[in-house]
């Protein structure tokens, strides 16, 4: 007969034999009797089991457990000791090299999903790459190229100082107002790694050395003056108005250079370049202020050495940015490899 057809056979009656022996006086109780009845009816009253083979669609599959590797059947060995069953050479765990590859895909995942805010962050600071340069444009060399000499300088008194300082002030506004931006440009708003740019302890030594001398030979000056080292005598106010505005704003520069290193801010390789192109503005300023004075030879001169001075050192500062722009490439390409491998 077919498994697959369900067989239901008839209900079962089981027909118990009432037989009479003159030995056995127990089949004549009534209780007896009774007992046996109650017992063949509820027998009668019972279903056969129902045989079937096929699975209902909306039951779930048996699940059975199967070993893999079917030439090992040794799952448990009969051990005296129950935890003498786990061998610990035979257990399988996840390797170590899975685990590193899946900690690296979801940080690359991680990076990937933090680098799309950090994209149309980016297109906002675009801007910022015209108007910090156009800054520098407006309040530096647009007051020191087309204002008029005579609507600032009115003789060698006090107020022709203070509008001279006046103008440096503007240009050291806008120089301000470049280096925030230039710092919002540079660092990251979601940083993988906190953003520290970290200024060499050579680089400070030797910066910090041409400030310094170039900031002694205006009181060299001012001291050979007065006592009578050089002649002719440069009179205090004429010398005020010639390298005063030059030394308050190298004090600026010094400040503002010591500020970037203590913060590390990512703008400490330009701040000089910032206010050393604009020193030489300053002394071809002071060489043409010097003619209107009447200053004396020495004065001239040194001022011209001046010039040369910090043209030197600008040429230092670009070389330096060329050589921390390839030193930066390397460490690039190197952590690439470190980082591929």
Not at 152 to 163: E, I, K, Q
Request: proline share 8%.
């Amino acid at each position: 007969m077919n498994q697959g057809v369900i067989s239901v056979s008839c209900p079962l009656s089981i027909t118990i034999p009432q037989g009479h022996h003159k030995n056995f006086k127990i089949f004549k109780s009534p209780k007896v009797f009774n007992a046996f009845t109650l017992r063949s009816r509820f027998i009668h009253a019972r279903r056969p089991p129902i045989c079937c083979t096929q699975i209902n669609p909306w039951e779930p599959a048996p699940i059975t457990f199967v070993s893999e590797n079917e030439e090992d059947d040794t799952f448990l060995k009969r051990t005296e000791n129950i935890f003498g069953s786990l061998d610990a050479d035979s257990t399988t765990e996840a390797p170590e090299v899975e685990t590193k590859e899946l900690v690296e895909v979801e940080t690359k995942e991680v990076v990937e999903v933090s680098n799309q805010p950090e994209v149309h962050l980016q297109i906002f600071k675009w801007p910022m790459w015209l108007l910090g340069p156009s800054l520098l444009l407006t309040t530096g060399m647009a007051p020191t190229l087309w204002l008029p000499m005579s609507s600032v300088f009115l003789g060698p008194n006090v107020a022709s100082l203070l509008s001279l300082i006046g103008l440096d002030c503007i240009y050291n506004l806008g120089a301000m107002l470049f280096l925030l931006m230039a710092d919002a440009c540079a660092r990251p708003k979601q940083p993988i790694k906190p953003l520290r740019s970290e200024a060499p302890f050579s680089y400070q030594f030797w910066n910090m050395l041409a400030n310094v001398v170039g900031f002694a030979i205006p009181f060299i000056m001012l001291y050979g003056s007065g006592s009578g080292l050089v002649q002719p005598h440069l009179p205090f106010i004429s010398l005020a108005v010639l390298l005063g505005p030059y030394v308050l704003l190298l004090s600026v520069q010094i400040l503002t250079e010591m500020l970037t290193w203590h913060w590390r801010s990512p703008v400490w390789l330009v701040t000089p370049i910032v206010y050393e192109g604009y020193r030489i503005l300053q002394l071809m300023r002071g060489l043409k202020l010097g003619a209107e004075l009447s200053a004396p030879a020495w004065t001239m001169h040194t001022i011209r050495g001046l010039v040369c001075w910090w043209v030197l050192i600008l040429g230092v500062q670009l070389m330096r940015v060329a050589w921390f722009a390839g030193i930066a490439s390397l460490s690039r390409k190197q952590e690439i490899v470190a980082n591929g491998s």
